[in-house]
């Protein structure tokens, strides 16, 4: 599968990715989501540098995503249970 260059923007730079061919609605549905995340971060907290605002947001992704894979497997225990 040949991947393509893509270009994105976030924080006012921008960076060439690789994509996946008919991925690129995806790709841009994700810069969309990681950006309301950096604007919510900028908004709540005080750091100044990208770089910070940058790690604070992908701990606060990565956080949000480790709490739904722990419901999803919470979920998916109970209903082993029922079948049992």
């Known amino acids: 599968m040949?991947?393509?260059m893509v270009k994105i923007s976030l924080l006012g730079k921008e960076y060439?990715?690789?994509c996946p061919p008919g991925q690129g609605a995806q790709l841009?549905?994700?810069v969309e989501e990681?950006?309301?995340r950096i604007e919510?971060?900028?908004k709540k907290t005080?750091?100044?540098t990208n770089e910070n605002i940058l790690i604070m947001t992908a701990l606060n992704m990565a956080s949000d995503?480790?709490?739904q894979k722990n419901q999803?497997?919470?979920l998916q225990t109970g209903k082993k249970r029922k079948v049992s």
């Open 40 to 42: 919510d971060t900028q």
């Open 28 to 30: 841009r549905h994700v």
């Open 34 to 36: 990681v950006e309301k």
């Open 46 to 48: 005080m750091l100044q």
């Open 65 to 67: 995503l480790l709490e």
């Open 16 to 18: 060439t990715v690789n």
């Open 72 to 74: 999803l497997d919470l």
């Open 2 to 4: 040949t991947q393509r």
